[in-house]
C-alpha cells in the first residue's frame, strides 16, 4: 500500500501546495490515477514522488502556476491562450484537464 499512500499524498500536495486538507484520500488517489497515466510528480530536488508518464508537465507545485508555464514545454494552442490570459492553477486543476477528448 505504500504506492497507494504516496499516491494520495502526492494528490493532496498538488492540489494545496503541500498542504494536505483533501475531504477524501481515496477519491484523490482514484482521480489522480487519470493524472499519472501523462503526469509525473517531482519535486525541484529530483526526488520522484509519483512516477508517471512524461506526456505532460510535471505536476509538483502546480498550484499558483500560470497555466502552460513550464519552461521548454510544448503545450497545445488552446492552453497557450489561456496561459496568456493569466489563468492559474488553483485547488481545481483538473478544470482544464482534457484527458482524450478536452482542453489541451
Request: charge should be negative; glycine fraction near 14%; hydrophobic fraction near 35%.
Given at each position: 500500500?505504500?504506492?497507494?499512500?504516496?499516491?494520495?499524498?502526492?494528490?493532496?500536495?498538488?492540489?494545496?501546495?503541500?498542504?494536505?486538507?483533501?475531504?477524501?484520500?481515496?477519491?484523490?488517489?482514484?482521480?489522480?490515477?487519470?493524472?499519472?497515466?501523462?503526469?509525473?510528480?517531482?519535486?525541484?530536488?529530483?526526488?520522484?514522488?509519483?512516477?508517471?508518464?512524461?506526456?505532460?508537465?510535471?505536476?509538483y507545485g502546480v498550484v499558483g502556476r500560470t497555466v502552460a508555464?513550464?519552461?521548454?514545454?510544448?503545450?497545445?494552442?488552446?492552453?497557450?491562450?489561456?496561459?496568456?490570459?493569466?489563468?492559474?492553477?488553483?485547488?481545481?486543476?483538473?478544470?482544464?484537464?482534457?484527458?482524450?477528448?478536452?482542453?489541451?
Amino acid at each position: 500500500m505504500k504506492t497507494s499512500s504516496s499516491m494520495a499524498l502526492a494528490g493532496a500536495m498538488i492540489l494545496t501546495g503541500g498542504l494536505a486538507q483533501a475531504a477524501d484520500p481515496a477519491q484523490g488517489e482514484a482521480d489522480f490515477k487519470r493524472c499519472r497515466s501523462c503526469h509525473e510528480v517531482v519535486a525541484d530536488n529530483g526526488t520522484a514522488i509519483v512516477k508517471g508518464g512524461k506526456t505532460g508537465p510535471n505536476l509538483y507545485g502546480v498550484v499558483g502556476r500560470t497555466v502552460a508555464s513550464v519552461e521548454d514545454f510544448r503545450y497545445s494552442e488552446s492552453l497557450e491562450e489561456v496561459g496568456e490570459s493569466g489563468v492559474v492553477w488553483d485547488e481545481e486543476p483538473c478544470g482544464l484537464r482534457r484527458g482524450p477528448d478536452g482542453l489541451a
